[in-house]
């Protein structure tokens, strides 16, 4: 088998094709989960605590004055563990849907198939069906 003909088995498999549709998909339900938490849980969650805006949370490492993270990192290095709890509640939530998805999966697969037909019952061995004739004969 030539190097070519292998390789085109290889990538065409179930398993391979599966795998590149997955990543695919989860690069784009990240940017999913990246706007729910950026757009819409981290403004409610600003609006809870007081204006918080996580996004601008940093400590400065190279003693400059800035107002913002994006002004800061011109400036030189810094420390920006805003960025790092919102990336943080990012992971857990996308941990969570597809704990939720996996969990739904799983119980669907486990779901019972329907019960089969109760089969006829086996016919009565010949000598069994020869005693109950003699029984029967015997009663008349």
């Not at 007081?50 to 030189?76: C, H, R, W």
């Given at each position: 088998m030539s190097f070519f003909s292998e390789f085109k088995e290889f990538a065409v498999k179930g398993n391979v094709v599966d795998l590149a549709v997955g990543v695919i998909i989860g690069g784009a339900f990240g940017k999913i989960v990246d706007s729910l938490v950026g757009d819409v849980i981290m403004p409610v969650v600003s609006k809870i605590?007081?204006?918080?805006?996580?996004?601008?949370?940093?400590?400065?490492?190279?003693?400059?004055?800035?107002?913002?993270?994006?002004?800061?990192?011109?400036?030189?290095a810094v420390l920006a563990y805003g960025s790092f709890i919102t990336v943080s509640l990012n992971f857990i939530i996308l941990a969570l849907v597809i704990f939720l998805m996996i969990k739904q999966i799983n119980r669907l697969k486990r779901e019972p198939e329907a019960a089969p037909a109760p089969a006829e019952p086996p016919p009565t061995p010949e000598d069994i069906q020869l005693l109950r004739e003699i029984r029967d004969s015997l009663k008349r």
């Open positions: 605590f007081g204006g918080l805006d996580f996004s601008n949370y940093f400590v400065p490492l190279a003693g400059q004055t800035a107002q913002t993270l994006a002004e800061a990192k011109k400036a030189g």
